[in-house]
């Protein structure tokens, strides 16, 4: 059994910062491409950003600039930090790695539960 933990999530002012964790946890060899994505109300989800295992990122135009994904490999964590903070970055922010290797198979698509980030004065 595999599963992505977010955390760091909250209410913040507007040009403010927060910073997110998504921790994987199991009997995990290694984890391929992970990601954030993000909810809006009423909105369907899209990308943020996402990070290979060996480092290189992507970002979505929006958060180019104020974003940023890193990955601890050792830890099998991914983090986001977010500055400059806008009212339509608020969302419920979601982990999602695209495998994750364990000894017994191989687990494609796991998302994690989901954090809010509310951006509001």
Do not use: H
């Amino acid at each position: 059994q595999v599963q992505l933990v977010e955390s760091g999530g909250g209410l913040v002012l507007p040009g403010e910062s927060l910073r997110l964790s998504c921790a994987a946890s199991g009997r995990i060899l290694a984890i391929g491409a992970m990601g954030w994505y993000r909810q809006a109300p009423g909105k369907q989800r899209e990308l943020v950003a996402t990070i290979t295992g060996g480092g290189s990122a992507n970002y979505t135009d929006s958060v180019k600039g104020r974003f940023t994904i890193s990955r601890d490999n050792a830890k099998n964590t991914v983090y986001l930090q977010m500055n400059s903070l806008k009212p339509e970055d608020t969302a419920v922010y979601y982990c999602n790695a695209d495998r994750v290797f364990t000894l017994a198979k191989t687990y494609l698509g796991v998302w994690g539960q989901g954090t809010l980030v509310t951006v509001s004065s």
